[in-house]
């Protein structure tokens, strides 16, 4: 308990709070309040139950976790498995859902001090991806009803779409005015003014209208039609869990779900802000989370990818911004109750459609299905279980596919520094050991062996991580030969990295690199990504690649000398090179 408990204090001495954290919670409580509102009807829950889960989740997420960017309260896939639990239990909806809070947290918390947010690696991205996809087309097809105001389907996506195209014949053309109406304004705002808050404006505009006209006469559902949301805070109390042996299945889904999307949405971040993720502290605050939402009226919650990015684009710079907006959430539930209550459902099935269409990520997908067969397995068959099976299955069925995939091509990854022996040879040695060589200070090389899947892409983060630590290091060199299996995920820590990098007026460096990962850098579109200055394939000759690259790492770094004198690896170059040029010579004598 203690590795956790402290980290926020010692984070916080670290990235002191700033006035960009009050400004930046200010704008991801206006963003948090039409998006939960529509999140608790994703759910079939009270909307005020999406405002709870963004107050007290908000507030102990950011303390708890390791990241301090991330901002959890509801999101859309995690509201999704909710309500799918909802209709497949029967039982009051608000209680299914408070348990389920307090059933996931737990479990997430206690995994978190078992160090087990490792285990998140095994998951592929393929998979993710390919849930994540799912979800966006569920949420769409199923806010369809809502956007025209005509009845809808039931059952999985086959019989919504059926369901809904049947009752066309009673759509509503005050509803369709009032949500396309909310598209059309986000879809405006984000092409001639990013920096607005486009949901917030559409919101308002809506509540504006509502307040002017009495919709229910043009036969328009309001929120307030569903469950007012009363102008109070949420009761808190630890839910009865009586009964609840039957939602362990869709608990233990949910646990899963809650934790890749979090993970995701944190390394996302880190990738930008430079954190150091700690995988099982976020697993464990993310667990806290989710039990002060089932102590404080809320439902099972994750890390909001919409809400964190905008965090950090509004000027956050410490945790602070997001306790603050679980705080702000409070003025919004004590004053703003009756208000959001004429909001018009239409709008909010409006932004929903716009939320879906945000997750479907075209480039990723395409990138994904001209990757690696794996790849292309893993992200079809948890498509089409989300489309075909409860969604709670369909996450146990990802989870399958992503085992066998390990099982398939498991091996250990292990990495070494190459430096310049005490003979003049480039070789992997031992850094831990007295007798190694001193490295060069500017240029490090960083020799990968193993299979680079998804499973090792967290070990392979972390080892880049360790080695670009050191500020003197101008430019990382990462040595391929030996390395087997490079799939997507792998390669988009290498992309992240060579970023971050890129950003700190670094360079990364790729040598080695065999045909099929140059052709599967070409098929991704990544090749331009990495830059096609910084690759160096394999070549016939032993160490050509890697010459080659040492040379331009050397020219890169510029002059330099290490404590013990000369660079040894420009003397490693130079050797090289007088060789070669030797070679040449006698060579040229034969012919003659």
């Not at 948090?32 to 507030?59: K, N």
């Not at 947010?117 to 806010?143: E, H, K, P």
């Not at 979090?262 to 954190?275: E, I, N, Q, Y």
């Amino acid at each position: 308990m203690r590795r956790f408990v402290p980290s926020f204090v010692r984070d916080l001495m670290v990235h002191r709070p700033s006035w960009g954290d009050v400004q930046a919670s200010v704008a991801v409580t206006f963003m948090a309040v039409p998006q939960g509102v529509a999140y608790a009807m994703i759910a079939g829950l009270p909307p005020a139950m999406g405002l709870y889960a963004a107050l007290v989740p908000a507030a102990v997420g950011s303390l708890f976790r390791s990241s301090r960017h991330v901002v959890t309260g509801p999101t859309n896939a995690v509201s999704l498995l909710v309500g799918t639990a909802i209709l497949a239990t029967g039982g009051d909806p608000v209680t299914v859902a408070l348990q389920l809070a307090v059933m996931v947290g737990v479990v997430q918390a206690v995994a978190g001090l078992l160090r087990l947010g490792l285990l998140v690696d095994y998951v592929s991205g393929a998979v993710v991806l390919g849930y994540i996809t799912g979800a966006a087309v569920l949420i769409l097809v199923g806010q369809l009803p809502n956007l025209t105001g005509s009845p809808g389907g039931s059952g999985f996506l086959y019989g919504q779409v059926t369901g809904w195209l049947s009752g066309l014949g009673q759509i509503g053309w005050g509803s369709v005015a009032l949500g396309v109406g909310a598209m059309l304004i986000v879809a405006l705002q984000r092409r001639f003014a990013p920096r607005v808050p486009g949901p917030v404006l559409a919101l308002a505009l809506a509540l504006a209208v509502s307040w002017a006209v009495d919709l229910r006469v043009f036969g328009v559902r309001l929120v307030g039609d569903l469950a007012p949301i009363p102008a109070a805070l949420p009761p808190f109390a630890l839910p009865d869990l009586t009964g609840s042996a039957s939602l362990l299945s869709v608990a233990f889904a949910i646990t899963v779900l809650s934790f890749v999307e979090s993970s995701s949405v944190a390394r996302s971040l880190a990738g930008k802000t430079g954190d150091r993720l700690d995988m099982s502290n976020e697993l464990f605050g993310t667990g806290l989370a989710n039990v002060a939402a089932g102590v404080a009226g809320g439902y099972p919650v994750s890390g909001s990818l919409s809400r964190s990015a905008f965090n950090v684009a509004s000027g956050a710079t410490s945790r602070l911004s997001g306790v603050l907006a679980g705080g702000w959430m409070v003025l919004v539930l004590l004053v703003g109750g009756p208000l959001l209550d004429r909001t018009p459902i239409p709008a909010l099935a409006g932004l929903l459609v716009i939320v879906a269409w945000d997750l479907l990520d075209f480039p990723r997908l395409r990138a994904m299905v001209r990757g690696t067969s794996a790849d292309r397995f893993a992200l079809v068959g948890t498509l089409i279980g989300a489309f075909t099976l409860p969604l709670d299955q369909a996450i146990y069925l990802g989870i399958v596919i992503s085992l066998v995939l390990f099982l398939r091509r498991a091996r250990l990854v292990h990495d070494s520094e190459m430096r310049v022996d005490g003979e003049g040879r480039l070789v992997a040695l031992d850094t831990d050991d007295d007798d190694a060589p001193s490295p060069c200070g500017a240029v490090r090389i960083l020799h990968v062996e193993g299979d680079l899947f998804f499973g090792a892409a967290s070990a392979l983060e972390g080892e880049l991580d360790r080695a670009t630590e050191d500020e003197a290091v101008r430019v990382l060199i990462v040595r391929l030969k030996r390395a087997h299996n490079l799939d997507l995920t792998s390669l988009e820590v290498f992309v992240r990295a060579a970023t971050r990098m890129k950003r700190a007026g670094r360079r990364l460096l790729f040598v080695g690199l065999k045909p099929a990962e140059m052709d599967l850098l070409q098929r991704t579109g990544l090749i331009d990504t990495l830059g096609r200055e910084n690759l160096f394939p394999t070549q016939a000759r032993w160490f050509l690649a890697m010459e080659h690259a040492v040379a331009y790492a050397l020219e890169i770094a510029g002059p330099h000398d290490d404590a013990g004198g000369a660079c040894p690896l420009q003397g490693w170059v130079a050797r090289r090179r007088a060789a070669d040029a030797s070679r040449e010579q006698v060579g040229e004598a034969a012919t003659q």
